[in-house]
């Protein structure tokens, strides 16, 4: 199938020129970009219209908790800061399983797809006894919605009684866990450029997870040429919890055991000092950065400005929806661009370095070089807003900068991934939005009854 979009009124690629493009054309073809500029209408199967749209590349998202969608928005953890914040919920999470996994995944993805995404990595570490292939009702519902999806095996193996956060229900055991990490890889990594899936192995936290599983995941997934993801520095909390148990800052720590490289990427990032942010760079190890979530949970501003001069690869993401509320990449670039801003000033990342952070900082820190652009070659993987609406008036005059310094609210007219449009008018194409809506309100009402029931 040949589809040509055709006479766009603007094409922002963030491709390696950084080019905008007007009234040009892009042909898509087997699920890449074949040709972009002025295209012939007979060389294609299908022709739109796109002379009423602006084009962005797909957002990709670098670090979620898609299964937190169904516990968002609840009233008696709103106000509390991380380490209260995860021990009230993690009695809630115990309780899921592999239908609260795939409906959360499709509710999550679905709202991360209607606002531009079009690759996302979750990082699910919560595997409770006997809850199924959680892994596996993920790629279902990525499969379902047409989304290009990278998830992990986390792990927890350091529960209360052991000076950890979590509850024992959801810690398993070091061999436990990397025996099902190797199955995982197995089972479902596909590492070719235009995959539509991959594992990545991410121990949870260094406040959840033994000091050997963090070295021997690291090992494991290094014999496989898979990535490695955690969560760090993301509080002043667990920067004392490393330096009273492990005796170390927690980027020395993660350094100590083999978690650090170019094949490494961190969720949050906030506090690094100068020497940490160089060893970034020197070492090529990346930042997913969660604007709105480090705002909810008042965990910090990260350096972001600091690491991009120092070319530190960093990424854009949502973070899980319990501590954002929302899954939305759109509105994770307005929110970066007022946040630093409003600290840095002049010295802030634009609008335009954001939307860049969203795509090709998230392909580089997902080692994806074929996704987050558009250039002849690339994934087809695409968004499209109409600049003729109301609200767009005036706003478009500079497309590049529009999603920072103006915002929007509203969903994409059309996606693509991989060439299929997925999106169309705002609405999903792949799945029934109320039928899953309807199916989501039920699964959540027997989480939350569970967690009471204890």
């Known amino acids: 199938m040949k589809t040509l979009l055709k006479n766009a009124k603007c094409i922002v690629t963030c491709d390696d ?68 914040w995860l021990t009230a919920l993690y009695d809630i999470w115990a309780h899921l399983n592999e239908e609260t996994v795939r409906l959360s995944s499709l509710s999550g993805m679905g709202e991360l797809m209607k606002y531009g995404c079009t690759t996302c990595f979750d990082h699910h570490y919560v595997f409770p006894n006997g809850s199924g292939d959680l892994l596996g009702a993920q790629f279902s519902a990525a499969e379902t919605l047409g989304m290009r999806m990278v998830s ?28 099902d990490s190797r199955t995982a890889i197995e089972q479902y990594h596909d590492a070719s450029d235009f995959s539509m899936r991959q594992v990545v192995l991410a121990p949870c936290s260094p406040f959840s997870v033994t000091a050997d599983l963090m070295k021997e995941s690291a090992a494991l ?60 760079a020197d070492t090529g190890t990346g930042v997913a950065h969660c604007p ?20 530190v690869p960093v990424g854009l993401a949502v973070d899980g929806s319990a501590s954002n509320d929302a899954s939305n990449l759109l509105q994770e670039i307005r929110a970066a661009y007022l946040m630093h801003r409003l600290r840095y000033g002049a010295n802030a990342p634009s609008g335009y370095e954001l939307l860049k952070m969203a795509t ?19 994934a087809a993987d695409l968004f499209a807003i109409r600049y003729d609406r109301l609200e767009m008036s005036g706003a478009e005059r500079d497309e590049a900068n529009l999603f920072g310094t103006v915002g929007y609210n509203r969903p994409a007219d059309a996606v693509w991934v991989a060439g299929k449009m997925t999106v169309r008018d705002g609405e999903l194409l792949t799945i029934n939005e109320e039928k899953t809506a309807t199916e989501s309100r039920a699964e959540i009402d027997r989480l939350l009854t569970a967690a009471n029931a204890n």
């Open 17 to 84: 020129k950084d080019s905008i493009l007007r009234n040009a054309d892009i042909l898509l073809e087997d699920g890449l970009i074949k040709m972009i500029g002025s295209v012939q209408s007979s060389d294609a199967d299908e022709i739109v219209d796109a002379s009423k749209w602006l084009i962005y590349p797909g957002l990709i998202n670098t670090h979620h908790h898609l299964y937190q969608y169904f516990t968002r928005n609840l009233r008696h953890v709103q106000n509390l800061e991380l380490f209260d």
């Open 152 to 179: 992990s095996r986390g792990s927890m193996s350091l529960s209360r009684k052991d000076g950890g956060l979590p509850p024992d229900s959801v810690v398993q055991t070091t061999d436990e866990i990397l025996k």
């Open 221 to 280: 997934a290094r014999s496989y040429g898979v990535r490695l993801h955690t969560h760090l520095c993301e509080t002043k909390d667990e920067e004392r919890f490393t330096e009273s148990t492990r005796g170390m800052r927690p980027l020395a720590y993660m350094e100590s055991v083999d978690f650090i490289g170019s094949d490494v990427f961190y969720a949050h990032g906030i506090y690094f000092n100068d020497e940490e942010l160089k060893l970034l």
């Open 292 to 311: 709105c979530s480090n705002m909810k949970l008042s965990s910090g501003v990260a350096r972001i400005p600091e690491m991009l001069k120092l070319d």
């Open 360 to 378: 090709r900082g998230g392909a580089r820190i997902l080692g994806r070089k074929k996704l987050g652009q558009i250039a002849e070659g690339c």
